[in-house]
């Protein structure tokens, strides 16, 4: 089993940046690929960005590309998300993600493991 835990949301005003971190432990040598997904208040859970654990390949959906940042350190166990000019809509409960080898991660898709969520709010 593998365990995530995010952190690093709250409020923020329109054009601002936040970081968040998802910190992975268990069976982390397990982990394929990682994502970041969010769920806005009265909408379905949507996929934002993911990324492959060794190779680092990268995908995002179109609303964040080029404004938001996925990376991770290996060593750390950590995936982050660096969010730049953020918007009203970016608010949501953004949700940590990750798959197990050889299972990946897609926007529809091939999740193993669940983070409890942080909240984003960008007020306008």
């Known amino acids: 089993q593998v365990q995530l835990v995010e952190s690093g949301g709250g409020l923020v005003q329109t054009g601002g940046s936040l970081r968040l971190s998802c910190a992975a432990s268990?069976?982390?040598?397990?982990?394929?690929?990682m994502a970041w997904f969010r769920q806005a208040p009265g909408k379905e859970r949507e996929f934002v960005t993911s990324?492959?654990?060794?190779?680092?390949?990268?995908a995002y959906a179109g609303s964040v590309k080029g404004r938001f940042t996925i990376s991770r350190d290996n060593a750390k166990n950590t995936m982050y998300l660096q969010m730049n000019s953020l918007k009203p809509e970016d608010t949501a409960v953004y949700y940590c993600?990750?798959?197990?080898?050889?299972?990946?991660?897609?926007?529809?898709?091939?999740?193993?493991?669940w983070g409890k969520g942080t909240l984003v709010t960008v007020s306008s």
């Open positions: 993600a990750a798959s197990g080898f050889p299972r990946v991660v897609t926007p529809t898709g091939g999740v193993d493991y």
């Open positions: 268990g069976r982390t040598f397990s982990i394929y690929t």
């Open positions: 990324i492959n654990w060794s190779a680092g390949n990268t």
